[in-house]
Protein backbone atom coordinates (compact mmCIF):
# COMPACT_ATOMS: atom_id res chain seq x y z
CA UNK A 1 0.00 0.00 0.00
CA UNK A 2 1.30 3.41 -0.58
CA UNK A 3 3.36 5.24 2.63
CA UNK A 4 0.83 7.63 3.34
CA UNK A 5 -1.77 5.16 4.24
CA UNK A 6 0.00 3.35 6.48
CA UNK A 7 1.68 5.80 8.10
CA UNK A 8 -1.12 8.49 8.86
CA UNK A 9 -4.29 6.42 10.86
CA UNK A 10 -7.94 6.97 9.68
CA UNK A 11 -8.51 8.78 12.82
CA UNK A 12 -6.37 11.93 12.34
CA UNK A 13 -8.74 12.96 9.48
CA UNK A 14 -11.87 13.40 11.84
CA UNK A 15 -13.17 15.77 14.01
CA UNK A 16 -10.10 15.90 16.65
CA UNK A 17 -7.45 17.65 13.89
CA UNK A 18 -9.94 20.72 13.38
CA UNK A 19 -10.15 21.25 16.82
CA UNK A 20 -6.76 20.66 17.36
CA UNK A 21 -5.86 23.14 14.20
CA UNK A 22 -8.52 25.87 15.37
CA UNK A 23 -7.03 26.00 19.04
CA UNK A 24 -5.08 28.71 20.03
CA UNK A 25 -1.44 28.32 21.08
CA UNK A 26 -0.53 29.91 24.26
CA UNK A 27 0.86 33.17 23.01
CA UNK A 28 -2.54 33.83 21.41
CA UNK A 29 -4.24 32.87 24.60
CA UNK A 30 -2.38 35.20 26.39
CA UNK A 31 -3.05 38.22 23.70
CA UNK A 32 -6.12 37.27 24.06
CA UNK A 33 -6.25 37.53 27.97
CA UNK A 34 -4.55 40.99 27.83
CA UNK A 35 -6.09 42.63 24.72
CA UNK A 36 -9.08 40.81 23.51
CA UNK A 37 -9.69 38.34 20.59
CA UNK A 38 -8.28 40.01 17.03
CA UNK A 39 -10.61 41.29 14.94
CA UNK A 40 -10.99 39.55 11.39
CA UNK A 41 -11.68 40.64 8.28
CA UNK A 42 -10.74 43.98 6.84
CA UNK A 43 -10.19 45.93 9.80
CA UNK A 44 -9.19 49.29 9.73
CA UNK A 45 -5.39 49.63 10.51
CA UNK A 46 -4.70 45.69 9.78
CA UNK A 47 -2.07 46.61 6.94
CA UNK A 48 -0.05 48.90 9.11
CA UNK A 49 0.25 46.12 11.62
CA UNK A 50 0.52 43.57 9.24
CA UNK A 51 4.04 45.08 8.99
CA UNK A 52 4.87 44.63 12.33
CA UNK A 53 5.90 48.28 13.15
CA UNK A 54 7.72 49.11 15.82
CA UNK A 55 9.22 45.92 16.20
CA UNK A 56 12.79 46.52 15.19
CA UNK A 57 15.44 49.36 15.45
CA UNK A 58 14.28 52.95 13.95
CA UNK A 59 15.72 52.90 9.84
CA UNK A 60 17.44 55.68 9.43
CA UNK A 61 17.60 55.10 5.69
CA UNK A 62 14.00 54.73 5.05
CA UNK A 63 11.93 57.81 5.53
CA UNK A 64 7.93 58.31 5.67
CA UNK A 65 6.15 59.22 2.78
CA UNK A 66 3.51 62.47 3.71
CA UNK A 67 0.22 61.89 4.53
CA UNK A 68 -2.67 64.18 3.39
CA UNK A 69 -3.64 66.89 6.39
CA UNK A 70 -0.29 67.31 7.55
CA UNK A 71 0.51 70.44 8.57
CA UNK A 72 4.06 72.26 8.60
CA UNK A 73 5.70 70.86 11.45
CA UNK A 74 3.60 67.55 11.29
CA UNK A 75 5.25 67.01 7.66
CA UNK A 76 8.90 67.93 9.14
CA UNK A 77 8.36 65.39 11.38
CA UNK A 78 6.48 62.98 9.19
CA UNK A 79 9.97 61.21 7.87
CA UNK A 80 11.20 60.26 10.82
CA UNK A 81 8.01 57.86 11.58
CA UNK A 82 9.27 54.96 8.91
CA UNK A 83 8.41 51.61 10.10
CA UNK A 84 6.42 52.90 13.47
CA UNK A 85 2.82 53.02 14.56
CA UNK A 86 2.24 56.16 13.42
CA UNK A 87 3.53 56.07 9.81
CA UNK A 88 0.44 56.28 7.86
CA UNK A 89 -2.05 58.36 10.64
CA UNK A 90 -2.71 61.61 10.97
CA UNK A 91 -1.16 63.33 13.52
CA UNK A 92 -2.82 65.75 16.00
CA UNK A 93 -1.19 68.15 18.26
CA UNK A 94 -2.53 66.87 21.46
CA UNK A 95 0.01 69.00 24.14
CA UNK A 96 1.38 72.14 23.40
CA UNK A 97 3.01 73.36 26.57
CA UNK A 98 2.33 77.35 25.83
CA UNK A 99 -1.31 76.34 25.21
CA UNK A 100 -2.26 73.99 27.51
CA UNK A 101 0.66 74.83 30.64
CA UNK A 102 4.21 74.19 31.18
CA UNK A 103 3.63 71.24 34.10
CA UNK A 104 3.93 67.62 34.25
CA UNK A 105 0.46 67.47 35.57
CA UNK A 106 -0.93 69.46 31.78
CA UNK A 107 1.70 67.62 29.86
CA UNK A 108 0.29 63.95 31.19
CA UNK A 109 -3.56 65.53 30.93
CA UNK A 110 -3.50 65.62 27.48
CA UNK A 111 -0.83 63.13 25.98
CA UNK A 112 -2.02 59.86 29.03
CA UNK A 113 -3.41 56.98 27.43
CA UNK A 114 -3.26 58.40 23.48
CA UNK A 115 -0.92 55.42 22.17
CA UNK A 116 2.37 56.35 20.66
CA UNK A 117 3.49 59.88 20.24
CA UNK A 118 6.68 61.85 18.72
CA UNK A 119 7.46 65.11 21.32
CA UNK A 120 9.81 67.88 20.05
CA UNK A 121 10.87 70.86 22.10
CA UNK A 122 12.86 73.85 20.86
CA UNK A 123 15.80 75.26 22.61
CA UNK A 124 17.52 78.92 24.12
CA UNK A 125 20.54 77.60 21.43
CA UNK A 126 17.75 77.48 18.31
CA UNK A 127 17.57 73.34 17.82
CA UNK A 128 14.83 71.50 17.62
CA UNK A 129 15.00 68.11 18.83
CA UNK A 130 13.05 65.26 20.66
CA UNK A 131 11.82 61.50 20.64
CA UNK A 132 9.55 58.91 19.64
CA UNK A 133 8.08 56.89 22.62
CA UNK A 134 6.11 53.84 20.65
CA UNK A 135 4.38 53.42 23.72
CA UNK A 136 3.40 56.28 24.62
CA UNK A 137 2.67 57.46 28.33
CA UNK A 138 -0.30 56.41 30.58
CA UNK A 139 1.20 58.04 33.60
CA UNK A 140 0.94 54.68 35.90
CA UNK A 141 5.03 54.74 37.12
CA UNK A 142 6.24 52.31 34.29
CA UNK A 143 9.88 52.18 32.53
CA UNK A 144 8.51 51.21 29.21
CA UNK A 145 10.99 49.67 26.75
CA UNK A 146 11.32 49.47 23.38
CA UNK A 147 13.41 48.73 20.65
CA UNK A 148 11.50 51.32 18.20
CA UNK A 149 12.01 54.04 20.28
CA UNK A 150 14.30 57.15 18.75
CA UNK A 151 15.71 60.21 19.69
CA UNK A 152 15.72 63.16 16.81
CA UNK A 153 17.89 66.50 16.56
CA UNK A 154 17.98 69.61 14.28
CA UNK A 155 20.97 70.83 16.70
CA UNK A 156 21.00 74.27 14.17
CA UNK A 157 17.40 74.48 14.03
CA UNK A 158 17.16 74.38 10.14
CA UNK A 159 13.93 72.11 10.13
CA UNK A 160 13.14 72.94 6.75
CA UNK A 161 16.62 72.66 5.00
CA UNK A 162 17.91 69.19 6.17
CA UNK A 163 16.89 66.03 7.42
CA UNK A 164 16.79 65.34 11.26
CA UNK A 165 19.68 63.39 12.85
CA UNK A 166 18.37 60.39 14.08
CA UNK A 167 19.25 58.16 17.10
CA UNK A 168 18.91 54.37 17.70
CA UNK A 169 18.02 53.04 21.21
CA UNK A 170 21.14 51.17 22.34
CA UNK A 171 21.24 48.71 24.77
CA UNK A 172 18.31 46.50 24.11
CA UNK A 173 14.57 48.24 24.61
CA UNK A 174 14.67 48.45 28.34
CA UNK A 175 13.73 52.26 29.64
CA UNK A 176 13.26 53.36 26.30
CA UNK A 177 11.25 56.20 28.46
CA UNK A 178 10.15 56.86 31.82
CA UNK A 179 6.90 57.21 32.24
CA UNK A 180 5.99 59.07 35.71
CA UNK A 181 3.11 61.40 36.34
CA UNK A 182 4.87 63.66 38.65
CA UNK A 183 7.47 63.99 35.72
CA UNK A 184 7.57 65.65 31.91
CA UNK A 185 8.51 63.40 28.87
CA UNK A 186 11.85 61.29 29.50
CA UNK A 187 13.98 58.69 27.53
CA UNK A 188 15.93 56.94 29.05
CA UNK A 189 17.93 57.86 32.02
CA UNK A 190 19.65 60.90 30.51
CA UNK A 191 19.01 60.57 26.65
CA UNK A 192 16.67 63.76 26.76
CA UNK A 193 14.92 64.50 30.16
CA UNK A 194 12.56 67.28 30.16
CA UNK A 195 10.94 66.60 34.05
CA UNK A 196 9.25 69.86 34.80
CA UNK A 197 10.02 70.04 38.15
CA UNK A 198 8.18 73.10 39.98
CA UNK A 199 10.44 75.77 39.33
CA UNK A 200 12.20 74.08 36.32
CA UNK A 201 9.59 73.31 33.85
CA UNK A 202 11.38 74.89 31.04
CA UNK A 203 14.98 73.10 32.31
CA UNK A 204 16.23 70.00 30.18
CA UNK A 205 19.29 67.67 29.67
CA UNK A 206 20.89 65.38 27.69
CA UNK A 207 23.57 62.80 27.51
CA UNK A 208 23.99 60.54 24.73
CA UNK A 209 25.58 57.04 24.93
CA UNK A 210 24.08 55.17 27.35
CA UNK A 211 21.06 54.57 26.16
CA UNK A 212 20.45 56.40 23.01
CA UNK A 213 23.37 56.34 20.84
CA UNK A 214 25.69 59.24 20.06
CA UNK A 215 25.81 62.07 17.46
CA UNK A 216 27.50 61.25 13.96
CA UNK A 217 30.26 63.36 15.27
CA UNK A 218 30.22 61.70 18.75
CA UNK A 219 28.54 64.73 20.27
CA UNK A 220 27.09 63.25 23.14
CA UNK A 221 24.04 65.71 23.45
CA UNK A 222 21.01 66.42 21.09
CA UNK A 223 21.06 70.09 21.93
CA UNK A 224 22.81 73.09 19.91
CA UNK A 225 26.62 73.69 20.35
CA UNK A 226 26.00 76.70 22.42
CA UNK A 227 23.41 74.98 25.06
CA UNK A 228 24.28 73.58 28.31
CA UNK A 229 23.75 70.03 28.01
CA UNK A 230 23.13 69.51 32.10
CA UNK A 231 20.86 72.51 32.04
CA UNK A 232 19.13 73.60 28.82
CA UNK A 233 16.31 75.78 28.82
CA UNK A 234 13.96 75.27 26.41
CA UNK A 235 11.66 77.71 24.98
CA UNK A 236 8.98 75.35 23.27
CA UNK A 237 7.52 72.07 23.82
CA UNK A 238 4.75 70.33 21.41
CA UNK A 239 3.55 66.34 21.65
CA UNK A 240 2.13 64.78 18.72
CA UNK A 241 -0.22 61.87 18.68
CA UNK A 242 -1.90 59.34 15.41
CA UNK A 243 -5.67 60.12 14.57
CA UNK A 244 -6.64 56.44 15.32
CA UNK A 245 -9.40 55.12 12.68
CA UNK A 246 -13.16 54.92 14.54
CA UNK A 247 -13.51 51.72 16.41
CA UNK A 248 -9.64 50.55 16.03
CA UNK A 249 -7.99 49.61 19.36
CA UNK A 250 -5.11 52.35 20.68
CA UNK A 251 -2.01 50.36 21.59
CA UNK A 252 -0.91 51.13 24.65
CA UNK A 253 -3.56 53.20 26.00
CA UNK A 254 -3.16 52.09 29.45
CA UNK A 255 -0.44 49.85 31.87
CA UNK A 256 1.68 47.24 30.18
CA UNK A 257 1.08 44.62 32.46
CA UNK A 258 3.91 42.67 31.29
CA UNK A 259 6.24 42.79 28.40
CA UNK A 260 8.75 40.71 25.65
CA UNK A 261 11.19 42.23 24.53
Not at 29 to 34: A, D, S, V
Not at 91 to 120: N, T
Not at 143 to 150: D, E, K, L, M, V
Not at 174 to 197: N, Q, S, V
Amino acid sequence: PPLHSASRPAARTHGPTCVEQNEPDMAEKLFTFFFGAPESGDVAGLARTAQAPDTYLATKTEFAAPVEGDGREEALLRPLLKNTNLEFLRLRLAYAADRDGWSAEAFHAQVDKQGPCIVICKTVGGAYCGGYAPKGFAGYGEYRGSIAAFLFTWPDGEMSKKMAVKLQKMGGAGLATIDEPETGPRFGADGLIIAMDPGNERIARSKLGPYYERMPDGGSSVFAASDDPRRCTITELRTYVGVWPEGERIPYDGAIPFAIE
